[in-house]
């Protein structure tokens, strides 16, 4: 009898989960501006829903198995409606990896809610994005790892004073600013922090 072959611990587990055309295209745009791969993106929505008191909370009132997720216990109820089915809506699916804790910790979700583990990835997507704010830590961390510490904070100020100071639909949020700055990168012929640089520049000369 041949031996065994041992699987790695940090072995990633593959996840492609359907989710509706629309957040598809969205993932794919983060993916776009932030200059990441799509499945990165999608495990990075994913584990920061895992980990979101908020997004938690939202799904607790559809769970149909009790959950205990640190010291928090939710209760649940096999009464309610599974959410294994979507709606009606044009779908495709969406690649993505998980390393194996965070894919258990889907699982045990996915049991308490009576689901496949690929439909709990794709409510995770969903809800992640719709009621959490990190679509914008993404595009402010890619930003900042274009800029030194004191652009930076140059940066931070003009978006705070604009905003401040601005009606509501001049409101600047770090997903537009870096959707800005790709349109302007669009040619290749300045780089990311340049193009930042030149923002900052002209911002300033008009608020002088």
Known sequence: MGRQRKVRSDKKVDCKPTVPVELKE????ISYVTNTPVKDIAEIICVSGLKSKKVIGLLSDHLR???QIGNTFYIGDLDRESLQK??????ERITTRFNQNDFESIRALAYSLDVTPTRT??????????????????AK???SGHLNESKMKELKKIIYYINRNGSSSEKISWV???SYFYDELKDGSVSMSKTISNWIENINQKMS
């Open 26 to 29: 969205c993932i794919y745009r």
């Open 65 to 67: 198995r009790d959950l």
């Open 86 to 91: 979507m709606k009606n809506t044009k779908t």
């Open 121 to 138: 990835a794709a409510i995770l997507l969903d809800k992640t994005i719709h009621h959490t704010n990190i679509v914008n830590r993404l």
């Open 141 to 143: 961390e890619y930003v």
């Open 176 to 178: 537009n600013l870096l």
